[in-house]
């Protein structure tokens, strides 16, 4: 049986705003598979790297891969989903509208019994018809999970998800990343939460755009090669 080839291979990224650099050239690989966290404070590189791997953001030099194919192919992009800090909503959308289109963009079903389970789980159940985009900074980041999970995927892409959510929020997010990983997804968590690194597989800490640690860690081994 063939190996699967890996869920995400960057090499020699870099991201340069004219003098700034915002992240040194960094060459990471992650297996079919993986959970992986990427820790670090705020402007560190976290998110400049996922928005680079999402196709937000160009590199300024560098090459990326997502499961053996080129970032700009259609099959790289149609196996990864993105949660983002910050979503961006129509205005003019439901969460259902939203999930709907979501879904079957990504040749998923729509509207169906997993989309109306996340909603339950995350409390939006009394909210599937209203507009997202009136929602405060925490139901939306919920709706943003919903939208995240209900496309198929093979890598997920997560940046800062536990800001804005809830104590009950934040655990069924955390039960959600458990889920797809255990299905089979590579997970790839950016987070300033040192104690994200005890779910994973791995931890790849970022310090001024370059990597200071990549392995398995302790959140007292990550407070410290973190500062934090």
Known sequence: ????????????????????????????S????????????????????????????????????????????????????????????????????H?????????????DDYAESLCVRLGLEERIDDLPSRFSRGLRQK???????????????????FVGLDQPGKLVLLELLSEVHAEGAATLVATHDPTYVERVDRSVALRDGEVIFDGRASVDEVLHLVGG
């Open 1 to 28: 049986m063939t190996a699967a080839p890996p869920a995400l291979v960057a090499t020699d990224l870099t991201k340069r705003y004219d003098d700034l650099v915002a992240l040194q050239p960094l060459s990471i």
């Open 30 to 97: 992650v297996p079919s598979g993986q959970s992986m966290a990427l820790i670090g404070h705020n402007g560190s590189g976290k998110s400049t790297f996922l928005r680079m791997v999402a196709g937000l953001l160009d590199p300024t030099e560098g090459e990326i891969e997502i499961a053996g194919f080129d970032l700009t192919d259609v099959e790289a992009r149609a196996t990864t989903s993105f949660l983002p800090d910050d979503p961006v909503l129509y205005d003019d959308l439901s969460l259902r509208e």
């Open 99 to 111: 999930a709907e289109y979501i879904s079957k963009l990504h040749g998923g079903d729509g509207w």
């Open 143 to 161: 709706t943003a999970i919903v939208l995240a999970l209900v496309r198929p995927f093979s890598l997920l892409l997560v940046d800062e998800p």
